[in-house]
């Protein structure tokens, strides 16, 4: 196991709905980043987070936001969810940012938006 | 275009069978390649690495080839724990997946 976290498992919500997803990262790591994976597609880069401030965004609407906090967990909120928010939302950790830095996914939090 | 492009399978191949897997990708100021492995429901896990001299790792060989930007994956002696989803992967910050090539050994 990795030592990456998330929680809930799984989460049903309805249209219209505000979500929070939680992760904890690895211990050491200070860098955490969020994917969003739709049934048969490989996973979408969100945005990611070092020492508590975003460093990267990927092509998501503002209704996906985030935050880290001084212990380097991380969470994503998503406001106004939509049936095409269902996905597997993956976090990974890593002690850094760069090329030199393998990133260490947690097991993911299933949504299902209805 | 899809920045990564893989194989889009699935592959189906008997136990011992020899597999490869092609990726390209489209952006040529990429400079860290992966392939990774993700089990039915589960979170994706680094396989291994890819570099330009190619690399090895037991049955797992990955080639690169900057030029064609051209990726792949060939998996020797294929065992029945092998099968899953194998994911194309570029960069780094961020990680750019691939739409993944599923693998099904069978006895």
């Known amino acids: 196991e990795t030592g990456v976290t998330q929680s809930p498992t799984h989460l049903i919500k309805t249209r219209g709905q505000q979500v929070t997803l939680r992760c904890s990262s690895q211990?050491?790591?200070?860098?955490v980043s969020w994917y969003q994976q739709a049934l048969g597609q490989g996973p979408q880069f969100i945005f990611q987070?070092?020492?508590?401030?975003?460093?990267g965004r990927g092509n998501f609407p503002p209704r996906f936001s985030g935050l880290q906090f001084p212990n380097y967990s991380s969470e994503l909120n998503v406001n106004a969810l939509e049936l095409d928010d269902s996905a597997l939302y993956l976090c990974?950790?890593?002690?850094?940012?760069?090329?030199?830095?393998?990133?260490?996914f947690g097991p993911g939090t299933r949504l299902t938006v209805t | 275009r899809k920045e990564v492009e893989q194989d889009p399978g699935p592959f189906n191949v008997p136990e011992g069978a020899t597999v490869a897997f092609n990726c390209t990708y489209s952006?040529?100021?990429?400079?860290?390649f992966f392939w990774y492995r993700q089990d039915c429901r589960k979170e994706p896990k680094l396989l291994m690495s890819?570099?330009?001299s190619g690399n090895e790792d037991g049955r797992f060989t990955a080639q690169l080839n900057r030029a064609s930007q051209y990726i792949s994956l060939l998996i020797r002696d294929s065992k029945l724990s092998d099968s899953a989803t194998y994911l194309c992967?570029?960069?780094?910050?961020?990680?750019?997946f691939g739409k993944g090539t599923r693998l099904s050994v069978i006895a």
């Open positions: 992967v570029t960069g780094n910050t961020p990680l750019v």
């Open positions: 890819v570099y330009s």
């Open positions: 952006n040529s100021a990429s400079q860290s």
């Open positions: 211990s050491g790591h200070n860098t």
């Open positions: 987070y070092y020492r508590e401030e975003e460093n």
């Open positions: 990974a950790s890593s002690p850094g940012v760069g090329v030199t830095y393998e990133q260490y």
